[in-house]
Nanobody, 124 residues
């Protein structure tokens, strides 16, 4: 089992920055990909960014490329999402997820563990 706890969300203005953290515990070594997803009201949960635990290869969805950066500190079992130049359309609940397989990172169904989510609200 793997437990994920997100933190760092909040209310900011357009153009501001936030850094989200995802603290993982349990059988971390069994995971291959860690990712951030987000879900706005009335929409499906969508992928934001992913990172391979081994090698650190990163992935980004088009709406966040160049603005968001995913990173990990394996010694602390923590994954971060640095979000810069935030826009009102980034408003959503952000979820951390962990997958036991090396499947395409954008597929929600490959993730075995999810955090409870943290709210990010960007005002215009």
């Amino acid at each position: 089992q793997v437990q994920l706890v997100e933190s760092g969300g909040g209310l900011v203005q357009a153009g501001d920055s936030l850094r989200l953290s995802c603290a993982a515990s349990g059988r971390i070594s069994s995971t291959h990909i860690m990712a951030w997803f987000r879900q706005a009201p009335g929409t499906e949960r969508e992928p934001v960014a992913g990172i391979r635990r081994t090698g650190g290869l990163t992935y980004y969805s088009d709406p966040v490329k160049g603005r968001f950066t995913i990173s990990s500190d394996n010694a602390k079992n923590t994954v971060y999402l640095q979000m810069n130049s935030l826009k009102p359309e980034d408003t959503a609940v952000y979820y951390c997820a962990a997958a036991l397989t090396m499947s395409p990172w954008t597929r929600r169904d490959v993730y075995n563990y999810w955090g409870q989510g943290t709210q990010v609200t960007v005002s215009s």
